[in-house]
């Protein structure tokens, strides 16, 4: 039987982990299912859980457990066969308050298709445009800056019971710095070690 990998990455809103799951995947040929991309799809869908999802987002709010497991759970079933890399829950990217609310006050989206700019260092070719639809760029509510710190203090509050469970278990590795390119060596170096050996394990890691 094939060896399989899964891991979880995990971090506050605009840690990168969009970022590092896309190299992740595209280095170490794993499937990447991204959460927030369940979530619009459901809301564009306008499915039921999809519709309680939105509600939360327009307060500004993470989307709770019981949500995001009715998003997942059948994505995941038709994925027994393979090794996948989940982003949005827990590799745990590490950066500083200040970094957050600098990535996301300048952070928009094309909202069909969920692909990030930020302005300073990801800027889209056409101000304000989709590179590749040309559709128009939003800056969503709670990336403005009023709502930033809110949103990481309710991250902090929710995402350390599941740290502390991956971290008993021993199979939480955390990497610390404020860019993505000084932080991708280390993750690379641990999954170059990690994915020959690990069989059928759900393992987490996240990004600050």
């Known amino acids: 039987m094939s060896k399989l990998f899964r891991a979880v990455i995990m971090g506050p809103p605009g840690s990168g982990k969009g970022t590092i799951s896309e190299r992740i995947a595209h280095s170490f040929g794993l499937k990447h299912l991204s959460s927030g991309d369940f979530v619009r799809e459901n809301i564009a869908a306008k499915t039921e859980a999809g519709i309680l999802a939105k509600t939360y987002i327009k307060k500004g709010l993470l989307v709770p457990d019981h949500v995001m497991t009715r998003l997942l759970l ?20 590490i950066y500083y308050e200040n970094t957050f609310c600098e990535r996301l006050q300048h952070r928009w989206i094309h909202p069909p298709s969920g692909r990030v700019y930020n302005m300073c260092f ?13 559709e128009p760029l939003i800056q969503q509510e709670d990336d403005r800056p009023e709502a930033l710190v809110a ?3 309710h991250y902090k509050d929710v995402a350390k019971p599941v740290t502390d469970f991956y971290k008993a278990k021993s199979i939480l590795y955390t990497f610390s710095d404020t860019e993505t390119d000084r932080i991708w060596p280390n993750i690379s170096t641990l999954l170059s070690t990690k994915i020959p050996t690990i069989q059928s394990d759900a393992r987490c890691a996240s990004t600050h």
């Open 122 to 134: 990801n800027p889209p070719r056409v101000q304000g445009k989709d590179d590749i639809t040309g």
């Open 151 to 153: 949103r990481l203090r």
């Open 74 to 93: 059948p994505r995941l079933e038709e994925m027994t066969k393979y090794s996948w890399l989940l982003d949005g829950m827990v590799v745990n990217p």
